[in-house]
């Protein structure tokens, strides 16, 4: 398996390249201006030494004007009544051509400037007073030079360069290696140093992001332990008993083995509440509900349907799942019936823009002590948990709510009782 580039050497790269390109491009621009100065003064530099050296070969009988041109000839300025050679197949510094032509310029006159390469680079410039003279400058060549120049600064400019995006890429990579570093920490939650401080916003993001992760990992985690805590409980018992009858022969007694279809009943019933609350119901499709039906469905499917009062709202409509939020309303009205007392009620109303479903009794209600712990998986109190069960009623019908986008309250009535309310976001019409 080809191995993959540590983001290091990405980041390395990317800002060198940008460096280098940046610095190719400030070189470009700095070459092309500053030959355009060198030229044009050059070329206005060129061209009064022309004129001067014209003016003072004109005074052939003036000592002064001898010594002057004598020195001139040493400098390679020099008159000559030769014509200017023809170009070669050697290309003309750009710098000399753009020279010649800013003394053409300032002449009036581009015929009198010529530039050559032969090989060395000259510039010729005809004579006002004796058009058959030119007057010859030998340009000096700062090429080797300005290569080399160029060359050593480009390699300085590269090193800097590469300096800079080495210690950019390492301001930018160390946050997450440090956040590589304590990942597991985060995932177990272990509390972690402050390694992460001065950190860029989007590390910490992230880092919040696998905490937030390993927390509902181990919530996850801790309700399989529970679930399989509270299978193992809940199937003890009836095992238990359906294998003492058995050993003592009541499968013959119709009461006795009525207990024991009562017990494959509890088992089937446990085992049906916790695959639910694993399956969670995710993958049922929204569908639209009238919650005042669905109520009065599950009314006549009860024991004691006379026990039982419906408050229903018209024109009501929910987008929810069917199955989970049947079985979440039969839950409710499952504990109602178990650990209250009738009557019973279910309650339809319009609550701003949500629907509440109440399921409500008139037992003894739940300790205030459990009260705000009702709905965690398996829990169990004697005064709370009367009769069977397998703790995971208030739980699957608080995981169902939650996943419709609403929410499970749980109160003690004023008057005593229970209730239960469903609070479900409504359709906007």
Do not use: K
Not at 156 to 167: D, E, F, H
Not at 284 to 291: H, I, N, S, Y
């Amino acid at each position: 398996m080809r191995r993959a580039p540590s983001t290091f050497a990405l980041v390395l790269v990317l800002v060198a390249a940008a460096l280098l390109l940046a610095l190719a491009l400030s070189s470009a621009l700095q070459r092309r201006f500053g030959r355009q100065v060198v030229s044009d003064s050059y070329g206005r530099l060129a061209l009064a030494t022309a004129l001067a050296t014209d003016d003072l070969a004109a005074r052939p009988q003036d000592p002064a004007a001898r010594q002057v041109l004598g020195a001139l000839r040493l400098l390679g300025v020099h008159v000559s009544d030769a014509q200017p050679p023809a170009p070669s197949v050697r290309r003309i510094a750009p710098a000399l051509t753009a020279a010649a032509r800013t003394a053409g310029s300032l002449l009036g006159d581009a015929s009198r400037v010529v530039a050559t390469q032969t090989p060395d680079s000259q510039l010729w410039v005809r004579s006002a007073r004796d058009p058959a003279h030119w007057i010859v400058l030998r340009a000096p060549s700062y090429r080797p030079r300005l290569l080399d120049s160029a060359l050593l600064l480009s390699v300085l400019a590269g090193l800097i360069a590469l300096a800079a995006a080495g210690l950019a890429a390492r301001l930018l990579t160390r946050p997450l290696e440090r956040l590589a570093a304590q990942a597991p920490a985060l995932l177990s939650g272990t509390p972690t140093d402050a390694g992460l401080d001065g950190s860029p916003r989007e590390v910490r993001r992230l880092a919040d992001a696998i905490g937030e992760a390993g927390e509902r990992l181990r919530a996850v985690a801790h309700e399989r332990e529970l679930m399989l805590a509270g299978i193992s409980h809940d199937l003890r018992t009836p095992l238990a008993r359906l294998r003492l009858a058995l050993e003592l022969g009541d499968a013959g007694d119709p009461g006795r083995r009525s207990a024991m279809v009562a017990d494959l009943e509890e088992l089937d019933q446990a085992l049906e509440q916790c695959l639910a609350f694993v399956r969670e119901g995710r993958d049922e499709a929204l569908q639209p509900v009238d919650p005042t039906t669905l109520a009065g469905q599950l009314l006549a499917l009860r024991l004691q349907p006379e026990h039982w009062q419906l408050e229903g709202i018209a024109d009501a409509s929910l987008r929810v799942r069917p199955t989970l939020l049947r079985r979440a309303l039969g839950n409710l009205m499952d504990n109602a019936e178990r650990y209250g007392a009738p009557p019973f009620a279910v309650t339809l109303a319009r609550e701003g823009t949500a629907i509440e479903i109440r399921v409500s009794d008139h037992g003894p209600g739940a300790p205030h002590e459990l009260l705000a712990r009702l709905g965690q998986p398996f829990l169990r109190g004697d005064a709370a948990r009367a009769g069977g069960g397998s703790g995971l009623g208030l739980s699957i019908a608080a995981r169902a709510t939650q996943l419709h986008g609403g929410e499970l309250r749980l109160a003690n009535r004023p008057g005593g009782g229970f209730l239960a309310t469903l609070r479900l976001p409504a359709p906007q019409a």
